[in-house]
């Protein structure tokens, strides 16, 4: 079966940085888009950032320039490098990978449009 495993989320400062790991097996997704959410307490799941097929990668405005996508398709394994914390990224923090396509370029940003998803790790940042 598939399972996507997320690891390396902790407790840090304000400013500090952590790197996320996913580890994918059952199934190699070198030919699929893999993605990053988060969920706030009482907050909607959101986008975070992807990472194409090809190597092209996307981010939500908050992050972008902080955080960094990437992926090692012969580990089947994707990464979510994030610097400069600050305490509105506490998340519990989403891998995922892209298996539908019903809302076309729109839906990579759609949570609906991923498939497979991780079981989250917890991320949080103190001020």
């Known amino acids: 079966q598939v399972q996507l495993v997320e690891s390396g989320g902790g407790l840090v400062q304000a400013g500090d940085s952590l790197r996320l790991s996913c580890a994918a097996s059952?199934?190699?997704?070198?030919?699929?888009?893999m993605g990053w959410f988060r969920q706030a307490p009482g907050k909607e799941r959101e986008f975070v950032a992807t990472i194409r097929s090809g190597g092209s990668t996307y981010y939500a405005g908050s992050v972008k320039g902080r955080f960094t996508i990437s992926r090692d398709n012969a580990k089947n394994t994707s990464y979510l490098q994030m610097n400069s914390l600050k305490p509105e990224d506490t998340a519990v923090y989403y891998c995922?990978?892209?298996?539908?396509?019903?809302?076309?370029?729109?839906?990579?940003?759609?949570?609906?449009?991923?498939?497979?998803w991780g079981q989250g790790t917890q991320v949080t940042v103190s001020s």
């Open positions: 059952g199934r190699t997704f070198s030919s699929y888009g």
């Open positions: 995922a990978v892209r298996i539908y396509f019903s809302f076309g370029d729109l839906g990579w940003v759609i949570p609906r449009e991923y498939g497979y």
